[in-house]
């Protein structure tokens, strides 16, 4: 057994501490004042070896992106808090509409997805509309697109790759739409990452054209995110889902505005509106 990890606030140790915060529940929920700075510094030692911003830039007369709830505003030579945009003479991305930084690979049905249980490709659900067959869809699978760029930094994220944002991982709308499309097998598209809010553009664009191409045959858009995006994008996003057949997956994360910056580095209510 390991040393046990003591709260920096309260110095106890009531429960598990994880030994990146070094903060007990209790301190976080009951005395965040003091429980704050450890929090912002352990995640910007976290973020630091990635070259990303300690907390979301609000650089007065900087530009500004509004593509989630972080709502950047990136002074000359700042990058968002995703990574994905910065300011360099004006606003740069590494994602637009028409390219995005992803890593895409077939995952035969019926996958692990969290929404299996009722989703069209384990199910039938909706058949023939939704599904090619009436119960599980094997012989088809899931064309899993994995978006680099994140708008929350969770300390125990389980894809920390998706920080690894490098430019050879950009792919054209319309070549992601040609493989979801034209793949013979594939049945749906489920954008993750990372989350897809900083690319929403892109993602939308993406799926809008490979809905295009397929026309009438089932191919479900589906989403899973933290659900902090622009309002107005998620709700096209969302109408892409409905229409198609996909599914939408929210992970919550934490509902005490607290635990969210402790766990998330940012806060996330806007998940819950
Ligand atoms: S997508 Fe979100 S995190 Fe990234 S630059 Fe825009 S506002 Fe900031
Ligand atoms: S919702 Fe989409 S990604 Fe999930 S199991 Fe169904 S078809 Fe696959």
Not at 150 to 162: A, E, R
Request: glycine share 12%; hydrophobic share 35%.
């Amino acid at each position: 057994m390991g040393d046990e990890v003591r709260c920096r606030v309260c110095g106890e140790a009531p429960g598990p501490v994880a030994e990146a915060l070094g903060i007990c529940l209790d301190c976080i929920r009951e005395r965040p004042d003091e429980a704050m700075p450890h929090i912002e510094r352990a995640h910007e030692v976290a973020r630091r070896r990635h070259g990303l911003p300690a907390r979301p830039p609000r650089t007065e007369g900087g530009v500004s992106c509004g593509l989630c709830s972080n709502r950047c505003i990136m002074g000359e030579g700042e990058r968002g808090y995703c990574g994905l945009r910065w300011n360099e003479g004006g606003l740069r991305s590494l994602s637009d509409a028409s390219e995005g930084l992803l890593y895409a690979y077939l995952d035969p049905h019926i996958t692990n997805c969290c929404a299996a249980w009722f989703c069209p490709g384990a199910t039938g659900a909706g058949y023939p509309r939704y599904a090619y067959r009436d119960g599980a869809e094997r012989g088809y699978s899931n064309l899993a697109v994995f978006l680099y760029g994140c708008n929350f930094d969770c300390l125990f994220c389980q894809n920390p790759s998706h920080k690894e944002l490098d430019p050879r991982r950009w792919v054209s709308a319309d070549a992601l739409a040609g493989l979801a499309a034209e793949g013979p097998k594939v049945s749906c598209i489920c954008f993750f990452g990372g989350s897809p809010e900083p690319q929403l553009p892109f993602t939308i664009n993406a799926s809008e054209a490979a809905l295009e191409v397929r026309r009438g045959r089932p191919l479900r858009i589906c989403f899973e995110w933290n659900g902090c995006g622009d309002p107005f994008l998620v709700r096209r996003a969302a109408e892409l889902s409905l229409v198609s057949g996909g599914n939408v997956k929210f992970d919550l994360k934490c509902f005490t505005p607290e635990l969210s910056l402790a766990l998330s580095g940012v806060p996330n209510r806007q998940a819950y509106r």
